[in-house]
């Protein structure tokens, strides 16, 4: 049986690895079917198996996880795991030689695709295919070693693993397998899937009695430490980095599990250092998902295309460069398409960096082959694919070079002359090299050829040099200062700022001076190749400075970054490039001012500033000649700081990319310095909150925080909610006015919104409303605010159209004569505001008669409203159907808006399920703009087509309008009737901006958002306001009970929703107050034990509408797609094309009308907009129209900052 045994495991070898020798034996293959049948009965005996067979068999992935892979990559694995006999070969190997590989693959399987599991449950996109495939097979190449080589076969079984699934096309499963050497993990640039194998892998190992075991990583390390022989201190070390890596991804894991929202200002040392280890394994694991494929790699680079700006660019060729190492060859094809593209950028930075990475990438075009190969291995098929990929290159260049503008050819020209140059055993010499120096030209004529384009380089780099020698005067450094600002040669600007250097210590103090500021000055132009040698230039002369000078000009570099100056970005350029000498020399006020230029460039809403800014923070740390020392005394000042603030940045694609760069850097430092040192204790500072308002935050505030600050305290700043007389603004937006003004201030946080203060020390800033309504007023009529506001809180105020057009406090809600209705039995009557008296009168047999009322319908129409109560009575009294005659002197296209229709010489309309119309439009609308008449003319016209259309949609129904004032009086009686003590918490429009008498009044900011996949709507705090739950907790300071104040209850989502939160917070709901309540609204409050009061009931409705959710721009649901601004929210509209509804002819008419309605009030408010400003409004504009913007969410991403007219244009195109 051993004989026939070791037959088949050479046949099963040969057959996984060809160029092993094998004859076959025609005795024995008779034998094949029968010996593999008794082999399975073998392998599957419990008796015969190890423990870890028993214990660990292979779990390969059910169908369903199956399914939802990518691609069918793992469905070919297992076909030919099992043709190929993989499993088969394993057991026999171990069975005949005692080796047991087989047993580590199973343990190894079973912990990868444990650890695999659970984080695709947390949330992690985990490719469970290729976890599986790797984690079973990663070995597999040690049974395709020669027996010669059997003694490198833990170096040689990863050429042959990568030979085995190479030739049966599972790239992506055999490039984690191979890849899973512990020396691969020094490098950030694997996936997760690879951190999986390699943490499962290392924990795996034979006991010292030769059996398989599974230790805990730290036990795993002290065998390795005791096992390897000739282990130096530099060996030592490095296992160690290795061990903390995985270390560093298990806390990850067990982190991910039991993970809540982290208050970061409130971190200590050892807190900020797991939150940047933690960050940076979970940036580096959705970076490399972004790579994870040809097609997801495709997409990416798409994206950058479609945000062409060079420092996106820059982004992605830093990302490229990280993580390409270990992407497969048809992912680097890929990446090598789009950096020809760039070659010829027009940033000179973006076409050597894609130059550069070119060269990176075609050298570890194929990674396996820096393991170690066999000597009998033949000769790198993949060299060929590389070959034909420089040839490709090289015919490129040659086909572009005919298609090109001068400049580009000569770029390229330029480019190919140095690199012949390079390669040459000799230099050839200059052809102008010996006239050089001759004195055949005066000074001035010289002055001029370098000013010349048609002098050539060569003869400007000689003008340069004899003038050197000649003439060092003033104005010759002059003249090397307009050199780099003008010249189009990159040598020759490159040479004049060396020589300009080489020349500065020998100048005088006021000389020093014009000349950093000429280069100063020079950074406003415009030019991209001032960007790359005036930082350099202007960056060493900083260092040649006195520290007083220094401190001026980073003050005035402060302010142009701080005023978002043009120069800004190439500022940040040059003071980064001082930091590490400024840290070496303890200049510790120096550096205390660069960061906070970096702080305030961090919060900078340009995006040329921000970008810049964490773009260099990165390289900084990812800059191997900067000192350790260096970078850990630049993140024990900024390390909470900065993290809180990066994290705070617009959430976009280049955003993205920067911060996963970012946190890279600082982690991979990390790493880096606790593999050498411990980390200095630091006493930490006694913590301090300062309450206010900050609405907004002012810079008498700043300067009362730096006072305390310079006290040793590490300040927090805590946004009140509690002042509910006051119209605050939104807290997220107060938030980004307070961040921008503390940036550049040490020690300074926001106090994080979900910790509760307890005892802590606090200090309550009193208001100063003289202050605030000076800001006011500035900010309203344009005036200057530099003494008020810090520049960038100024900027953003001004342009989110904040403390404009609305008074600072609430306005206190009373009685409206103008909505009390009045009864005297069968008579209803109103006084107008105008002081006249209207009336109607009505019976029980359903008749309304008797009208006294004008026919001029305004935007609070009387007649309307009569009519609307008489209506409501009848429908109380049971009345199913409704009459007027024909002669009453009363509007009949106001009887034919409300479901009424002729039957000879009467209308008719039934109260059967009537439909809801409730008025709502003016509260959404900012003061300035509802007392525009001619706005309130046009929403008083729409209102009738609008009510006329949903009469056909439901014929025969009543349409019932409410003007919001209807309600209001009936609520402001009912309130004061109750406990003082009680809080009023309107939830939606209702009382909005305003408070009750006598009450607190405050209110929960929600909103509905859409939910496509159920076609619902789900209850959510409003944009730019806390978490329900923290909303609901400030509430409860102010009293014990809530009495809470909404529209309309029908569905019962929001009482659903609100009433356990608000009961499990223990601030109930004493009592729900709406408009109007239906039967089946008052069931879902009653059962959740929430007592109903309404100002009209109903039984059964056909259904609602709010007005302003028909209106684009003026309200309706959040959509799903909206993402999360602090200015607007992406909206769908409760009409066609947002949603669908039966019968489609009439639903489509209705969206027609409303579509309508909204084009005429947009147009009238754009009118109104052009006379006041003097240029047509924009969506950006839409803050000075209404309280809260909500922007349709149809063809967003191609709207931009569309005006409105443009908008309806488009708008129309699509229907």
Known sequence: MSEIKHYFLRKLKAMNFPHLEFEPVAAYEQQADEFFFELSREMHDPARQSVFQRRYPFDFLSEAEMAELEDDEYRRYRRLFKQNRVEEMMYLDDQLFGRNTLDHLLGVHHIALQTARRLRQLGIPVDLGRVSGSASGHDIGKYGVIAADIGRIAYYHYYYSDEWYRKRQLENIGNVAVNHSTWDLELNALSVESLILIYSDFQVKNDPHGRMHIYSLAESFEVILNKLDNLDEAKIQRYRRVYEKLLDFENYIDQLASRQTPAFALFDQAELLAEYKFEGIDESIYTMHELRSPASIRQLLENSFDQPTATLSQVILRLLKDYHLYLTASQKDIILEYLYRLILHADEIIRHQSAELIGRVLRHYDIVYRKERPSSAPANPIHRQKLRRIEQLDRFFQHRLATLTEEKKQWLQAGYERAQAELRDQPVAEATEPTCHSEDKSLSQRYLENLKTAVSESAKLCNIDY???????????????????????????????????????????????????????????????LRIELPLIV?????????????????????????????????????????????????????????AIFSSALVNREHSIDQVAILRLADFYQDDTIPLENKRDLYLETGKKWLILSREMENDFQTRLNYSNYISGVYNFISQYENVSDWPVRPQPEPLIVSANFDPMNLSHKQRIEQLVKQGREVFIHLRETNWQFLLAPRQLRRVIVEMTIADLPHTYIWPGSEDIGEREMIVLEEDEALDEQITQAIQY?????????????????????????????????????FLIHQSEDRLWLRTEADREQSLRYDRDGRIFDFSVDHQAGLHDSSLMLLNQALYRLYRSGVPTVRVSATEPVSHRLLEAMGFRRREDQYEVSLVEPVIFIMDLPSRIVDLYRREKRLRTIIASSRRRIMLALGEMYPGRAVMAFDRGMFYNDMITKLSQTSDDRVVVPIGSMFLHHYLPDRPTKELHIDKLYDPDHDDIIVVSQRNHQSIARQVETLRQLGDQAIVIDDVLHSGRRVNSLAPILEQLNFPIEQLMVGIATEDGIKHATANQVRVSHSYGFGAISQWYLESELYLFLGGLVSPSSRGDLLYSLSLNRIAPFIEREPKAAFEKLSGVCIGAARDFMMMAD?????????????SDLNHLVFDVYIPDVFFDEVGDMTISRFFDRFYETL
Do not use: C
């Open 1167 to 1179: 009118r109104i907009f052009r006379e006041k400003q003097g240029r047509p409004m924009r969506l």
């Open 782 to 818: 344009d005036w200057q605010t530099s003494e008020l506001l810090s520049p960038q809180a100024e900027r953003f105020i001004r342009r989110s159209f904040l403390y404009r057009n609305q008074s600072r406090q609430k306005t206190r809600a009373g009685i409206r004569e103008g």
């Open 467 to 529: 003038l050197s020698q000649h003439d060092r005067s003033f104005h010759f450094v002059m003249h090397l200062i307009n050199l780099v600002k003008v010249s189009s040669s990159r040598r020759i600007q490159r040479y004049a700022g060396e020589t300009l250097l080489a020349l500065f210590d020998s100048l005088s103090a006021p000389e020093k001076n014009d000349v950093t500021i000429e280069l100063l000055r020079s950074m406003d132009l415009e030019g991209n190749h």
């Open 539 to 595: 960056g060493t002369i900083l260092e040649k400075l006195p520290p007083l000078e220094v401190m001026e000009i980073l003050e005035d570099v402060h302010q142009s970054i701080e005023q978002a100056k043009p120069s800004a970005p190439s500022l940040l350029e040059t003071i980064i490039q001082t930091l590490p000498n400024y840290l070496s020399a303890k200049q510790s006020a120096i550096v205390t001012k660069i960061i």
